[in-house]
């Protein structure tokens, strides 16, 4: 039962995720004159969202593959590739950076919309589309968190890969200002100069505390599970 549901939720959820990805990518055309950012340089690219969409279709289809040709044990003796990648992929990119993108989106939308999704983008970006890319992305991988357990790597290994990706998106969007003269985000181009670094590393401080919440979140959802399962693997040697 229980693992029929969690198949179910993977198979939606990727599917959710890549079907967000092919409309936003094909059929979201937001005119210059509108939003002079979105036909800039860099394309759907410049958008954290958008890669954050690509990662959680691309993590949900591994929990498929992990479904059918993995474990879904809780703390499994010798976990096959599939589950380790599964389980690297959810702690270091999918859950902080889904955290990242739906918890800054909502919470600028609350300061100002203006700064991150303005109001005349409504008649182009489908009010459904913007919840599965800035809400469901949080729900599906809090979901994903509590339904199945995984193994945490390594901090200096997770913390590393989290903040070499933050550091290149951050690059990516200052070669987009560099070749366009645009800020891919609206409220980037308010902030002087030392605001706008500390608003750099106050970004990549809050994704460092992200990562946090999804290994405490996993430790009080599964920390007693693998307790008992250790417990068991010592009495048996």
């Known amino acids: 039962m229980r693992d029929g549901l969690l198949i179910g939720f993977h198979v939606i959820s990727c599917v ?37 969409a690509i990662i959680q279709a691309i ?29 690297y992929i959810h702690a270091v990119f999918s859950f902080p950076i889904a955290m990242f993108v739906g918890v800054t989106f909502w919470a600028l939308m609350f300061v100002d919309r203006e700064l991150v999704f303005p109001k005349v983008l409504d008649a182009y970006f489908p009010w459904w589309l913007n ?41 990516w969007i200052h070669v987009i200002y560099y070749k366009s003269g645009i800020w891919v985000y609206p ?13 750099f590393a106050s970004m990549m401080l809050f994704s460092m505390m992200l990562y946090y919440l999804g290994e405490t979140l996993d430790n009080f959802v599964w920390g007693n599970e693998h307790t008992k399962q250790q417990k068991s693997y010592a009495k048996s040697k």
């Open 16 to 52: 959710q995720f890549a079907f967000s990805v092919y409309y936003d990518y094909t059929h979201v055309n937001i005119p210059s004159n509108v939003l002079k950012t979105h036909g800039a340089y860099g394309g759907k690219f410049k958008y954290l969202t958008f890669w954050d």
């Open 187 to 199: 409220v980037i181009d308010v902030l002087s100069l030392p605001l706008r670094v500390a608003f």
């Open 131 to 171: 919840h599965l890319m800035h809400t469901m992305i949080m729900v599906s991988i809090v979901i994903e968190t509590i339904l199945a357990p995984r193994k945490y790597p390594k901090r200096s290994k997770s913390l590393l890969g989290l903040s070499l990706f933050m550091i290149t998106y951050l690059v």
């Open 59 to 87: 993590f949900f289809f591994i929990c498929m593959l992990n479904d059918w040709f993995g474990t879904n044990a809780v703390n499994p003796k010798k976990p096959p590739f599939i589950r380790k990648l599964k389980d």
